[in-house]
């Protein structure tokens, strides 16, 4: 039972430039989020999925679109990397809809854009 | 405006020196406030879920309040492994999200 995994751990990309990160649980979770952190604010919500095949903007979505073919992967895309979107990602799935002990977030992709 | 405001965003404390973490939150109806704690370079860990004024919960050295307007965090006779920031986070009603606050920052010198 690896819980949540993300890949990468790094990426450095050039302005422009396209990338697509994979989220992975292996817990059977109907829930899976993408969240970005940012120095001096909260966790921002980006993108989430309520089920196999669903998906919906969350806080701030624009700039990133996500596909969950299958119910174990949430994948968030940029199609056009921008500097603004220099951060680090976190990925969380969790069994409720409400955060409850079942929840649980990746390790974090950090990404840099030049 | 902010949801969800953390105070203070900073606190050193040492090692058996008790204190406590505040969250003061505005939304029209809350259905969960929530503390996570987060290491550097992991992700938020979950520790509680509140979900009325009065609630209480407790985990080791950890103890999360709610009322009305706030929710404390008590770290009682702090560790230095409790050194993390602790993240709040609300749930609106009506919303699909949670709302989160910036952190305190917690470091606990032996």
């Known amino acids: 039972n690896a819980g949540v995994t993300q890949t990468p751990k790094f990426r450095v990309l050039k302005t422009g430039q396209s990338m697509t990160l994979l989220c992975a649980q292996d817990?059977?979770?109907?829930?899976m989020y993408w969240y970005r952190q940012d120095p001096g604010m909260g966790l921002r919500l980006i993108h989430y999925?309520?089920?196999?095949?669903?998906?919906a903007k969350g806080e701030v979505p624009d700039g990133y679109n996500v596909s969950r073919l299958k119910k174990q992967n949430f994948l968030l895309g940029l199609e056009s990397a921008a500097p603004s979107q220099t951060s680090v990602y976190f990925c969380a799935s969790t069994l409720h809809l409400l955060p409850q002990e079942t929840q649980y977030f990746g390790p974090g992709t950090r990404l840099l854009v030049l | 405006e902010d949801q969800v405001t953390q105070s203070p965003e900073a606190l050193r404390l040492q090692e058996g020196e008790s204190s406590s973490l505040n969250c003061s939150y505005t939304?029209?109806?809350?259905?969960?406030l929530f503390w996570y704690r987060q290491d550097p370079g992991k992700g938020p860990e979950f520790l509680f879920t509140l979900y009325s004024a009065g609630e209480e919960k407790e985990k080791e050295r950890l103890k999360a309040t709610l009322t009305k307007k706030e929710s404390f965090l008590h770290i009682t006779a702090p560790k230095p492994e409790d050194s993390a920031t602790y993240l709040c986070?609300?749930?609106?009603?009506?919303?699909?999200?949670?709302?989160f606050g910036k952190g305190n920052q917690v470091v606990v010198i032996p």
């Open positions: 999925s309520v089920g196999e095949g669903t998906t």
């Open positions: 939304v029209s109806g809350l259905r969960g």
């Open positions: 986070a609300v749930w609106e009603n009506g919303n699909n999200r949670l709302a």
């Open positions: 817990m059977n979770h109907e829930y």
